[in-house]
């Protein structure tokens, strides 16, 4: 189906929201021109607003003209096809799937290093306690991240190279290691550092500070 109006990203706080940041990033890293709308979250009116614009209830949500897709991995996807600044998939097919496999891993996985490290973007929490179940979650990432590294890495500081969607679904997961301080193993540091110092992950961190700043 054309799309013919600007798309509007219904995002939530830039300091809290994970998944907005995911599809946040995948849009502004494919070079799309679209409209940033922002709820404030944990407020009486959040789920009320977030309902007028996202059937699902949550956002990220993506409203193209009458149809709303209110998934990031799948916003994530879209950003891909439509990218304006080339691919945001590897374009070997074999590294292709393995860059989804991890990023549907990232939409579906580490529930209890969410839950346990929830993202706070200009927050420093060094020293928080983990537990084993979290500390679990954060070596199977490193693990994701030194083997795209190692097989996929050559062309760019990226997890495929070239920056892609397994970029943009484990910013957050950069974010929190900046913000709780794991100690990491030597590649995954290297990612953060990368990953952190991306044009795109720095306007949203300027975001989240003006955000906080202006109080909205
Ligand atoms: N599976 C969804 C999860 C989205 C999600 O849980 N978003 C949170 C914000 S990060 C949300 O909308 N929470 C509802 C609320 O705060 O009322 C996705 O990948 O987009």
């Known amino acids: 189906m054309a799309v013919h109006e600007r798309p509007i990203l219904v995002i939530g706080d830039k300091n809290y929201s994970s998944w907005s940041m995911r ?11 679209f409209e940033e709308m922002h709820v404030k979250l944990r407020t009486e009116e959040t789920r009320a607003t ?3 614009h996202s059937p699902s209830g949550t956002v990220p949500a993506l409203k193209l003209g009458a149809v709303v897709i209110p998934e990031s991995l799948a916003i994530c996807e879209w950003a891909a096809e439509q990218s304006r600044t080339g691919p945001l998939l590897p374009e070997d097919g074999v590294a292709r799937a393995v860059c989804r496999a991890v990023s549907a891993e990232m939409h579906s996985g580490f529930a209890t290093l969410r839950k346990e490290c929830p993202m706070e973007v200009l927050a420093v929490h060094i020293g928080h306690p983990m537990s084993d179940a979290c500390r679990i979650d954060i070596a199977r990432i490193e693990a994701i991240w030194e083997a795209c590294r190692r097989d996929y890495g050559q062309d760019g500081p990226y997890l ?6 397994a970029d943009a679904m484990y910013a957050p997961v950069v974010s929190r290691f900046i913000t709780y301080g794991p100690h990491l193993l030597p590649t995954a540091a290297d990612y953060v550092a990368a990953a952190s110092h991306h044009p795109a992950y720095q306007a949203w961190v ?3 500070e003006e955000q906080v700043a202006t109080g909205c």
């Open 23 to 33: 599809a946040w990033l995948a849009l502004t890293t494919a070079g799309i021109d």
């Open 50 to 52: 977030i309902l007028r």
């Open 160 to 165: 495929f190279g070239r920056w892609s969607i």
């Open 206 to 208: 300027a975001g989240a």
